[in-house]
Nanobody, 125 residues
């Protein structure tokens, strides 16, 4: 059974940084595109970033471009989201997702097959 487990969330002051990790078990995910999404209270889940199965192609939401970096280590079955220059608007539960057997991920949540349980990121002003 495929499981995605996120970690690295927490409380940080505005301008600070966090690195989220998402480790996949039950499957070797080197053939899967991976994505990060987030959901703030009262809002819909929104796309943050995606990375192709070999890490060669990435895509970002405009709101995080230049501040966030998605990467992956296929040997560790882990995808990362480095978040810099955080603002209170980045406060949300962050989810990683796997799009199985697909080279390049989509910005649509409906395109992903498996999801993690989420990790809370809170940015104080």
């Amino acid at each position: 059974q495929v499981q995605l487990i996120e970690s690295g969330g927490g409380l940080v002051q505005a301008g600070g940084s966090l690195r989220l990790s998402c480790t996949c078990s039950g499957r070797t995910f080197s053939n899967d595109a991976m994505g990060w999404f987030r959901q703030a209270p009262g809002k819909e889940r929104e796309f943050v970033a995606t990375i192709s199965w070999n890490g060669g192609t990435t895509d970002y939401a405009d709101s995080v471009k230049g501040r966030f970096t998605i990467s992956r280590d296929n040997a560790k079955n882990t995808v990362y989201l480095q978040m810099n220059s955080l603002t209170p608007a980045d406060t949300a539960v962050y989810y990683c997702a796997a799009d199985l057997d697909r080279y390049k991920g989509t910005i649509l949540a409906s395109g992903y097959d498996y999801w993690g349980q989420g990790t809370q990121v809170t940015v104080s002003s």
